[in-house]
């Protein structure tokens, strides 16, 4: 389902008004803003400004500036001192009444001030696919070498028993 107007209802319609959560880039087509609730230093989200589902809904221009709005907020996330950019989330007034374990707990991790060795970039498109907000939403997740005991795999990891294979030799 679609919807070219925003909705009053959305977080992420709200976030793309400029709304909410402040705003790291923008292109004609996308917004982004660090997510208030991340995994990893910059942990980012890359929001259409059209209420959009699904990312196989985007429309030619939309589908041309996506990769632009990846790299221009990778270019963000490399250029952001990271700590003060949590240190003040811990001390916005709009994320007083929401829990903030999660930003603490980035505070305390031995990377954060690293520059990111990888990236994830994912999209859970659809209900069965873990997707919590019914507005398309890329995740662009900075990852850092030891973040996890295991990064083999990546993304096959969400359905872990059968994410692994084996190669033949």
Known sequence: ???????QDCRFCRIAA??????????????AAFDTHPVNPGHA?????RHVVS????????QSDYFDAIQGVRE??????MTSLYRNMLSRE????????HIESVLELPFLGNRPDAYTVGNN??????RSIDHLHVILLPRYEGDVQDPRGGIRNVIPDRAKYHKRQ
């Open 45 to 49: 989200l890359i929001i259409p400004r």
């Open 94 to 101: 709009d994320l007083r009444e929401r829990p903030k374990d």
């Open 1 to 7: 389902m679609t919807s070219a107007l925003p909705n």
């Open 125 to 130: 498109d659809g209900r069965a696919a873990g």
């Open 55 to 62: 990312l196989f809904e985007l429309n030619e221009t939309e």
């Open 18 to 31: 400029g709304l909410a959560d402040p705003l790291v880039f923008a292109n004609r087509s996308f917004v």
């Open 76 to 81: 963000v996330i490399e250029t952001t001192d």
